[in-house]
Structures are given as C-alpha cells and as structure tokens.
Nanobody
Framework: QVQLVESGGGLVQPGGSLRLSCAAS????????MGWYRQAPGKQRELVAR???????DYVDSVKGRFTISRDNARNTAHLQMNSLKPEDTAVYYC???????????????WGQGTQVTVSS
C-alpha cells in the first residue's frame, strides 16, 4: 500500500505565498516523478508542475516564474513553493507520483488526497 500525503494548502490573499508538500510512503521501490495537478470548480484538471528523479521539470505556462517545484529523493518528498499567488490559482491541488512498488516491475500513478488552495482578498 502506498500513500501520498499532502499538506500546506490554505487561504491567502493575492500576492501571498504557500508551500505545498507531498510525502510518499509505503511499499515504494522507486519514484520516477512527482508533481501536482489542480482542478477548479467547472474546470478540467491540469498539470501544474512535475519533477523527475533526473531533475527534469515541467510547469504549466500560467505558473512559470511564480511557482518552484523541488524534490528530496531520499525522503520521497516533493515541495511546491507558490509565490505571487493569484485568484485564478484557486483550486484543489492533487499530488501525483509515478512510482514502482516493491515486488512490481512497472510504474503506476498514485494520487494524494488533495489540498485546497484559495486565493482571495
């Protein structure tokens, strides 16, 4: 069993900052990538940021220059530093990991429980 536990969401004013964390635990053999998707009411879920073990990083255009994703491979943990937050960043943020579990030789996607980020004045 694998768990992705998210934390760090909350309510902030425009221009503020939040730092999301995602910790993977359980019968994990290796993690290829970790990142966040977000979904606002009435909107499609979109990839926000992703980082691979090798350090390759992808961001959705709307957060480039404001968000920074990082990863501690030894701790199976990822962080998303969100600065200069805008109301349009309001969404539920879901941590995602592509990983292998112990005894299984293929990668699979796992999801966190989601954390609410609300940016409002």
């Amino acid at each position: 069993q694998v768990q992705l536990v998210e934390s760090g969401g909350g309510l902030v004013q425009p221009g503020g900052s939040l730092r999301l964390s995602c910790a993977a635990s359980g019968a994990i053999f290796s993690i290829n990538s970790m990142g966040w998707y977000r979904q606002a009411p009435g909107k499609q879920r979109e990839l926000v940021a992703r980082i691979t073990t090798g350090g390759t990083i992808d961001y959705v255009d709307s957060v480039k220059g404001r968000f920074t994703i990082s990863r501690d491979n030894a701790r199976n943990t990822a962080h998303l530093q969100m600065n200069s937050l805008k109301p349009e960043d309001t969404a539920v943020y879901y941590c995602n990991a592509m990983l292998r579990t112990i005894g299984v030789d293929t990668y699979a996607n796992y999801w966190g429980q989601g954390t609410q980020v609300t940016v409002s004045s």
